[in-house]
Structures are given as C-alpha cells and as structure tokens.
C-alpha cells in the first residue's frame, strides 16, 4: 500500500522565489490530506500534481503562514462545484478560523466544512490508519503536530505450506490469513495460525509544525519510519530560534535521534536559507546522519520497514541540484536527484 509525503511549502514566516509556506500533502493510496495550509498552497498542489480532492486538512496552529491558504482553497473548491464535505482539524481556534474564512471567502459554500478542535492526545480514525494530536511547544501558542499510525498488518501467509497441507488456493486461504480455522472436503481441520507469521507493525510518519525541541515529540516519534521537523535556524541563530519559538537543525536532529527514527527531514526554513541550505544538513547530520532538507515539490515514499530501508527522494525541476537522478514520482512532475550521495 503507498504512503507518500509531498512538500507544498518550506519556508518559514514568508515565502520565497524559490519556497512557499507551510503545507505538506500526505497520500495513502490515493487518499490525499493537508498538514497546514499556508498562503498559496493551491497553486503549488496544481503545480506539484496533488488532487483537490482533499478529505481533510489538520493544522497545527494559526500563525498566518500556516492558515491563509485555506481561505483560496475552500473558495476554489466552491467554483469546481465540490460536494463532499471537508473536514478541518486542529486545536482550540479552529471555529474563528473557519468563520473567519467563510467571511472572506465571499459567499456561502456549496459543500460542507466541518471542523473539530481537538485536544491533545485526540486521535481521527480513518481506514487503516488513525491521525493523533500532541502537544509542542511555540511560544506559548496552542500548537500541535501530528502522527500518523498505520494499523498493525496481518502477518505474512505461506502458501507453499497450504498446497502442501492440501488446502485449495481460493476463498479458504483468504480465511486462513485471517486467523480462522477451517475445515477441508476431507474433515481435516486447518489451523490458520500455522500458516500465518507473526503480525508486521504499520508505518509511523510524524510531522511538528513549528516547535522548539520538545520531549513530546520525541515520544510521538519513538521508532518512526520518518520524523519531519521545523529547523528555521542553524547554529549561528541558535538563540534566536529559543525566543522565537523555533528549532535548530542540530536540535531537531537531537529529537531525532532521541526517538531512534528511521529518517528525519527538516523543513520550515528561514529565508536566509532559502537557497543554500547546505549548513542546516551538515549541522543536523552531525548528530543524525539519516537527515535531509527538504524543498518545494519534494516527494518521499514512505516503504515498509521490512521492505526496504531507503525511500525515494524526487525534486522539483527548479529546485534540482547538479546529479540528475532517476525519477520515481508518479505524479508527472520532472525531478532530478540530490547533490550530496545516500538518498533517504
């Protein structure tokens, strides 16, 4: 089943001719949602290939940098005639935001835009996988970031040993790999346990928002197959990011490396970064060497643990650095890859 994070925004407080705002696009087998949704994240989802057909958006807080798009996006799909509903998701405020975006927006939607406050530890079921909240910390906002949590798989079935055991390839085997016992044209029972490994664990991805590195994430992160975190700063302005409410690239590493994650990319960059951000990864790579920064239009599949232990990085054409690489996007965006070796 494909899992897949597209970048839509990576500067912070403002864009750049090179980065947009805050908004990652999440896709779960062809089901799309939105982790943010700053300024102009309509025009990079056109751009970068993401469906409009977006069931739910959840922000992590209402800083203007990660809430103005909303407005654009709500009022675009009212023009393209949607009618499934929208369900908007995030902590205490969410109610003025959406208010305030039917205020500006124009005129009545012709859809529903749902929306619930959530409080810290929430958790939105959906199919397979659920959202939980948890707290973070930016400067004493009402913030929080997000992990997804795939639900535990089935594990894997043997059908060698089914054929042996004279069980038909059909309907009893689908049986079998759930659990059940069934019983053959000849009385034999069949025990599904002895065909079935042990259960494989889901995927875990977690995204902050903005934070200062925070003890809450470290645990929502504990064995995530991917951590993405704010890194606004590197070294030089680490105490600007402390009373900005913001992280380093090396402390957002330190996070990551604390959780014990698979991978870390970074996102969230100032604008003196916005071109060069070579000195955020060596600094992060320092402490966690399995980090990589993202930028606009960047896609991550996200493997099982099991299958592989690297994902796939693709690149914004504009953005592309000096080694072409083979593209494994499948959203018709050209790509190249990175300048530095070892992809995530």
Sequence with gaps: MSLSLRFL????????????????????????FLVDC??????????????FNVGDIYFTHYHADHVLGVIGLLRTLQLQ?????????????????????????????????????????ASVKRNGYEITSFPISHRGAKSFGYALVEETRLGRFNPDLALALGVPEGPLWGRLHRGQTVTLDDGRTIDGSTLVGPTRPGRRIVITGDTRPAETTVIAATGADLLVHEATFADEEAKRAAETGHS????????AAAAKVRRLILTHFSARYTRDHADLEREAREVFPATWCARD????????????????????????????????????TGASGSDRPGHP
Aim: no cysteine; proline share 5%.
């Design 9 to 32: 925004g990576t500067a912070a407080s403002r864009p750049t001719v090179e980065r947009n705002v805050s908004s990652i696009a999440v896709i779960r087998e062809g089901e799309t």
């Design 248 to 255: 380093t690239a090396r402390e957002a590493a330190t996070v």
């Design 297 to 332: 239009g960047l896609e991550i599949e996200v493997p099982y643990a099991n299958e592989s232990e690297l994902a796939t990085l693709t690149r914004a054409e504009y953005a592309a650095p000096t080694q072409p690489a083979e593209s494994a996007s499948t959203s018709g």
């Design 81 to 121: 005639g949607r009618e499934e509903p929208i369900h908007l998701w995030g902590p205490e405020g969410l109610a003025r935001l959406v208010q305030l975006a039917g205020a500006l927006g124009g005129e009545r939607w012709g859809f529903a835009v749902e929306h619930t406050e959530l409080a810290a530890g």
């Design 38 to 51: 700053g300024e102009g994240t309509q025009r990079q989802m056109m751009r970068y290939g993401i469906s």
